[in-house]
């Protein structure tokens, strides 16, 4: 299938086919990839002002091209979904899974999948 049938059917951003052609499309390679074990360290406050800061452990469960700004993500970057698995935190449950993009700036990389 060439990347012209593929893309008659759904955008780059949302159709599934073989990296080779997502390559021809010259989109930059993402940082991570399905399976990838990643982190987010994170800072914040609690209720009486105290700073604190944390780290969230999860896996990529996707990724999507993101090819216009939409909302708060700037245009032509890739986004991840992430499962978190567990924290330093106890200040959420889990695991869970918020359906919410990740930057990848915001990710690092524990373990390739």
């Avoid at 990643?38 to 209720?47: K, P, Q, T």
């Amino acid at each position: 299938m060439s990347v012209l049938e593929c893309l008659s059917s759904a955008s780059v951003e949302t159709s599934a086919f073989p990296r080779c052609e997502l390559l021809a499309k010259s989109l930059p390679l993402p940082e991570f990839a399905i399976g990838d074990l990643v982190a987010d360290d994170w800072e914040a406050e609690d209720a009486r002002g105290v700073e604190y800061s944390a780290t969230d452990f999860g896996e990529v469960l996707g990724l999507r091209w993101i090819s216009e700004a939409e909302s708060w993500l700037p245009q032509n970057t890739w986004v991840y979904f992430v499962r978190w698995t567990h924290s330093t935190s106890d200040v959420f449950s889990y695991p869970t899974y918020d359906g919410e993009p990740n930057m990848g700036c915001d990710l690092r990389l524990i373990k390739r999948a």
